[in-house]
Nanobody
Framework: EKVVESGGGSVQSGGSLRLSCSVS????????MGWFRQASGKSREGVSC????????YYADSVKGRFTISRDNGQHTLFLQMNSLKPEDTAMYYC???????????????????????WGQGTRVTVSS
């Protein structure tokens, strides 16, 4: 299994970035997955998660209305569109895939912050004021 995040970078406050997560080696459409982030000196938090077929999503309150998660099961890719970025969004962002295939609620996966089976090396997002 291989998980590769990309799309991070440095932007000014109010800017946008689109993160991508390319996955190989597993049946992509069988897994709930999401984006998690970890800022320096802080614990990891679930930012946004999505069900296997994309019919249900979860967003942390801090990003609701600004970020949009989506997935393309045919291309084995997970996305996170981030708009109106704020300095507090600065963090390393990770694509995390649930340990087990099958249904899992996106809110539960994001909020319990464990049960990870696969993840990548992360992509860094830096937002300056």
């Amino acid at each position: 299994e291989k998980v590769v995040e990309s799309g991070g970078g440095s932007v000014q406050s109010g800017g946008s970035l689109r993160l991508s997560c390319s996955v190989s080696g597993l049946t992509f459409g069988d897994y709930t997955m999401g984006w998690f982030r970890q800022a320096s000196g802080k614990s990891r938090e679930g930012v946004s998660c999505i069900t296997r077929n994309g019919d249900d999503t979860y967003y942390a309150d801090s990003v609701k209305g600004r970020f949009t998660i989506s997935r393309d099961n045919g291309q084995h890719t997970l996305f996170l569109q981030m708009n109106s970025l704020k300095p507090e969004d600065t963090a390393m962002y990770y694509c995390m895939i649930r340990r087990y295939a099958g249904y899992a609620g996106p809110a539960h996966f994001c909020q319990t912050n464990h049960d990870f089976g696969y993840w990548g090396q992360g992509t860094r997002v830096t937002v300056s004021s």
